[in-house]
């Protein structure tokens, strides 16, 4: 990918303290944050460059990585955290050209990863209840990842069932996953992968209890992931004092052939 940045990318302005400013260079608008720059003094520079703001500040400008841009994605619904979605992606085998489905949609935030990761010949069906959801997804997805030829949004519940057939990989997070077992059994093909995410222990028992008692599904893993930051600072090397303790369980789960 060319290092240039371009008119329109988001950036991340940082700060000497690596406070972190989520920006998009527009053409003929100023950035601020403390002082201002043009945009278009920030364009054609390549990323990692520093450049000086009105106020004689510096700050480091750098096109956002996945994981910088999931806590700053503008969202009404809780989003999948990107320590949960590198293992999910993973432990659910997405590869790329891979037909993937997603319920519900929330800020697009996993919808993004998967795009990146299913690639140009993949395809990533995404169903949502809510429009106002969808319309902040489609937002999301054009702002942050771009065009996606390959990707459908479909407003709908999926309690009601998918429209495809032979689809390698599902993901759902919403409340009830397990109410989702035969639409989803349906759906994927033999060998597909289900993947759910759920916030809380009684979800949890209640879906690896509903998956284990459904014939069409087995090898159920359940999981959840600790990330915890190291300061490496002189002498001081150490964990950080502080950590996301807890955001929500993964299950995965297999579809049997027949
Ligand atoms: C927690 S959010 C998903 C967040 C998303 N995975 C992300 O990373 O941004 C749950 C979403 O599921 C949607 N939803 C809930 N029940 C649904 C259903 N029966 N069918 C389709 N979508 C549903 C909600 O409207 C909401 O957008």
Not at 18 to 33: F, N
Not at 53 to 82: K, M
Not at 155 to 178: C, K, M, S
């Amino acid at each position: 990918m060319d290092p240039t940045l371009k008119e329109n990318d988001p950036v991340l302005f940082i700060d000497r303290k690596r406070r972190r400013y989520l920006k998009r260079l527009r053409s003929g608008r100023k950035i601020t944050i403390r002082g201002d720059i043009l945009a278009d003094e920030v364009v054609g520079l390549p990323e990692g460059s520093r450049v000086r703001f009105s106020s004689g500040e510096y700050f480091l400008v750098l096109r956002p990585t996945y994981a910088d841009l999931i806590p700053n994605l503008p969202r009404q619904a809780q989003v999948i955290y990107p320590k949960d979605t590198g293992p999910m992606l993973l432990w659910g085998d997405v590869f790329p050209g891979a037909t993937v489905i997603e319920g519900g949609i929330g800020a697009g935030a996993l919808t993004i990863a998967l795009l990146r990761a299913v690639g140009p010949d993949g395809r990533v069906i995404s169903y949502e209840l809510r429009e106002d959801f969808a319309r902040m997804a489609r937002d999301n997805v054009a702002a942050y990842f771009g065009d996606a030829p390959q990707w459908t949004l479909k407003i709908g519940d999926i309690y009601q069932g998918f429209a495809e057939t032979g689809v390698d990989r599902i993901f759902l997070d919403l409340a009830e996953p397990g109410r989702a077992l035969a639409v989803a059994a349906a759906a994927l093909r033999a060998g597909g992968v289900l993947v759910c995410y759920v916030p809380t222990a009684l979800q949890l028992k209640d879906t690896v209890d509903a998956i284990q008692a459904d014939p069409r599904y087995a090898e159920v893993e359940s999981f959840e992931t600790l990330l915890r930051h190291w300061q490496v600072k002189g002498l001081s090397v150490r964990p950080i004092h502080r950590m996301v303790a807890h955001s929500a369980f993964i299950i995965i789960a297999r579809r049997l052939a027949g």
